[in-house]
């Protein structure tokens, strides 16, 4: 457990954890006061590593390329440059792209096991204040999907879990279910048992339509709003219901929709 002493005041924050020293975040860099000799330099762009330095002046050209300046103090009996090598080292094991700007060093055998877990605490410190110790994964765009005239002529068919149905989708915001269609009858549960956001909007969405439903199949057209929407009242969703609709050639409605 490391406990914390916070302070907040406008762009700066700083963070004291006992004896092991304290660490200054600062968010804005065109005014920064004169540093300690003995402290670490964390230049940040946007939550990730971009250079870090030991016992030096503020670097000017770095932090105009910064979000964001982190100082650390360093305990007395821990190397500065030490330290510093070993976050840097382990930025790099972690896919960052950190510049060292400091003069590379070997840690020494018998100071690299303190010296590494001082590092991980801190680590954690900064994870905990917003600061990634490894590459930020981008997540994949969303696949968007554009309704069009031709699009709105072709029958798409559906058989998943015991769900079958017929869909057109009619216009931009209308997809229509033909009569007929099946409905999965199980619903699935959470591990402990308990129901599910997905299988609750299912239990709604057929609780609305229940006077077009008998012993789980469709006695009329239903118009829902989108392909998810679909999914949900027949299957419970769970699953990419652009890829499960396809025409009678077996082409899904994500080929004939998907903006490229």
């Known amino acids: 457990m490391i406990k914390l002493a916070v302070e907040i005041d406008g762009e700066v924050t ?5 004896e092991q020293g304290a660490m200054t975040i600062y968010r804005e860099l065109k005014k920064l006061p004169d540093l300690c000799s ?3 330099l964390l230049y940040y762009k946007g939550r990730e590593a971009h250079a870090v330095d030991y ?3 503020i670097d000017k050209k770095v932090s105009k390329e910064a979000d964001s300046l982190v100082t650390i103090n360093v305990p007395w009996d821990i190397e500065g440059s030490e330290l510093a090598q070993q976050m840097l080292s382990v930025w790099g094991d972690n896919g960052l792209k950190t510049t060292g700007l400091f003069e590379s060093q070997k840690i020494a055998p018998n100071h690299f096991t303190v010296v590494a877990n001082h590092q991980k ?3 954690e410190i900064l994870a905990t204040f917003g600061y990634e110790n490894k590459k930020i994964k981008a997540k994949p765009a969303k696949a968007q999907h554009r309704w069009n005239k031709k699009v709105s002529e072709i029958p798409f068919y559906i058989d998943y879990n015991a769900a079958k149905g017929e869909v057109v989708w009619q216009k931009r915001n209308e997809m229509l ?4 269609a099946k409905l999965t009858r ?3 549960l959470n591990k402990d048992g308990s129901v599910g956001f997905s299988a609750r909007l299912t239990e709604k969405l057929r609780s609305d339509h229940a006077d077009q439903i008998s012993d789980f199949t469709t006695t009329e057209d239903i118009v829902l709003k989108s392909v998810n929407e679909v999914g949900i009242f027949l299957y419970y969703a769970g699953t990419n219901g652009w890829l499960l609709l396809k025409d009678k050639d077996g082409k899904t409605i994500d080929e004939y929709t998907i903006v490229k």
């Not at 700083?14 to 006992?18: P, T």
């Not at 279910?177 to 007929?180: P, R």
């Open 38 to 40: 003995e402290e670490l």
């Open 55 to 57: 016992a030096q002046k």
């Open 177 to 180: 279910l033909k009569a007929g």
């Open 14 to 18: 700083k963070i004291h954890f006992g």
């Open 186 to 188: 199980e619903m699935p």
């Open 121 to 123: 605490e801190l680590f």
